[in-house]
């Protein structure tokens, strides 16, 4: 991975040039706040979606609110007799509904504070 990212070949746009992640940004109070974070529930969702298809046994992997729900509710045999993830549509058919999210945090001697901001994926926009 290392040699990957230090690498010229990974020509990626950089997540700063990310289509209205600035505006998000502002909503949380900004990158500069003692804590900032990014999460592109889009590719999160496809990843995911595609692996459960896949097996149903991935159901609590690569979510962290899935990840932890109490073992007997994702062990696979739990899973199975509750879901058919063979019937769910495939990714392209729902991509319009996921896009991005960002948090941010701040502490003072009173309280933590945390702002988080879903933006609305744009092509549900009007």
Known sequence: VEEYLRSSEAKGKSLREATGLNDAAEKVGGMSTGM??????????????????????????????LANLP?????????????DFSRLPSFDKISKYFYFSVCSGTVNAEAFTFRFYWPTPPQLRK
Request: negative net charge; aromatic residues 14%; hydrophobic residues 35%.
């Open 71 to 83: 073992s007997d509710m994702t062990n696979p045999k739990s899973i199975q007799e509750w879901f």
């Open 36 to 65: 900032f974070a990014y999460e592109n529930s889009s590719e999160m969702t496809r990843v995911w979606l595609e692996s459960v298809k896949q097996n149903a046994d991935n159901f609590g992997k690569g979510m962290p609110l």
